[in-house]
């Protein structure tokens, strides 16, 4: 069973906005953090932002920085992650991701031990 489900991806067009959700599925854990990354066809998978419970501090790419904004409920390891200002650039399979083992940095994928299975943002121009 797949720890973590992501929603809200879907079809926009550039300069528009979409709000990413992820919840917790059926497996019951503690997370010490959550994240964001990002994968393009042909591309390795990168970190977009991500967001530490215990002190509420937020991490950004600098390529969204300014236009993406995660934000969640630890308790229920929820995350969410409000994209604006979309452009084809962002186009790619969004997966969240928990720390369940207090990582110390929370920009590699190698930090998360739960993932989500993806959801599709494509941006059209």
């Known amino acids: 069973q797949v720890p973590l489900v992501e929603s809200g991806g879907g079809l926009v067009q550039a300069g528009g906005s979409l709000r990413l959700s992820c919840a917790a599925s059926?497996?019951?854990?503690?997370?010490?953090?959550m994240g964001w990354f990002r994968q393009a066809p042909g591309k390795e998978r990168e970190f977009v932002a991500a967001?530490?419970?215990?002190?509420?501090?937020?991490y950004y790419a600098d390529s969204v920085k300014g236009r993406f904004t995660i934000s969640g409920d630890g308790p229920r390891n929820a995350v969410y992650l409000q994209m604006t200002l979309l452009n084809p650039v962002d186009a790619a399979v969004y997966y969240c991701?928990?720390?369940?083992?207090?990582?110390?940095?929370?920009?590699?994928?190698?930090?998360?031990?739960?993932w989500g299975q993806g959801t599709q943002v494509t941006v059209v121009s």
């Open positions: 991701a928990a720390d369940i083992q207090a990582s110390s940095i929370l920009g590699f994928p190698a930090a998360y031990e739960l």
């Open positions: 059926g497996r019951t854990f503690s997370s010490y953090g």
């Open positions: 967001i530490r419970w215990s002190v509420g501090s937020t």
